[in-house]
T-cell receptor
Framework: DVKVTQSSRYLVKRTGEKVFLECVQD?????MFWYRQDPGLGLRLIYF???????EKGDIPEGYSVSREKKERFSLILESASTNQTSMYLC????????????FGSGTQLSVL | TQLLEQSPQFLSIQEGENLTVYCNSS?????LQWYRQEPGEGPVLLVT?????EVKKLKRLTFQFGDARKDSSLHITAAQPGDTGLYLC???????????FGAGTILRVKS
């Protein structure tokens, strides 16, 4: 089975801090995604990547950046955390060209105080 | 922009009851997926429906794709506490390069 591992389950940061969320997948998937999940809003796509060093903006990229230096690792960066970025962050991966079948990590609940 | 609307938002039922949740859109989708997310976990894919009118069964769960491929439903027979979770529908975005998710239905099955 595909395993998508997110480095932290819970994270508490202060406003203005730079925050790194890490995600690693072990099945050689080309595509990787970062979503945030908020009650009543479902999953909203922040960024995705279909290859090493490639990235595409999703629906809500403002305030975020990403890095994909290796195929298995996709990092989400909050340059200067703000309270409205308190959320559940989900990483996912899929095979190249198979954007419709995603494998998710367990999520990181980020609180920005 | 393709949107998926799910209803109801929240459902609380007793063990053994039947239920149906819905996923609707004004747009045509080439396929729709249903995911279940248990507390503290990421969503897990349950099924993908591709053909208009298609019905798929997964044990006590029955998934249907509308004839016009604009809507889908999930019916659970004799719900059990283990069915508790958030049910999400999702479909390919306009350019097929991402998934669009509905807001989900939170299901709670009480024993």
């Amino acid at each position: 089975d595909v395993k998508v591992t997110q480095s932290s389950r819970y994270l508490v940061k202060r406003t203005g801090e730079k925050v790194f969320l890490e995600c690693v997948q072990d099945m050689d998937h080309e595509n990787m995604f970062w979503y945030r999940q908020d009650p009543g809003l479902g999953l909203r796509l922040i960024y995705f990547s279909y290859d090493v060093k490639m990235k595409e903006k999703g629906d809500i990229p403002e305030g975020y950046s990403v890095s994909r230096e290796k195929k298995e690792r996709f990092s989400l960066i909050l340059e200067s955390a703000s309270t409205n970025q308190t959320s559940m962050y989900l990483c996912a991966s899929s095979l190249w060209g198979r954007f419709e079948k995603l494998f998710f990590g367990s999520g990181t609940q980020l609180s920005v105080l | 922009t393709q949107l998926l609307e799910q209803s109801p938002q929240f459902l609380s039922i007793q063990e053994g009851e039947n239920l149906t949740v819905y996923c609707n859109s004004s747009s045509v989708f080439s396929s729709l997926q249903w995911y279940r997310q248990e507390p503290g976990e990421g969503p897990v894919l349950l099924v993908t429906v591709v053909t208009g009118g298609e019905v798929k069964k997964l044990k006590r769960l029955t998934f249907q794709f509308g004839d016009a491929r604009k809507d889908s439903s999930l019916h659970i027979t004799a719900a059990q506490p283990g069915d508790t979770g958030l049910y999400l529908c999702a479909g390919p975005g306009e350019y097929g390069n991402k998934l669009v998710f509905g807001a989900g239905t939170i299901l709670r099955v009480k024993s």
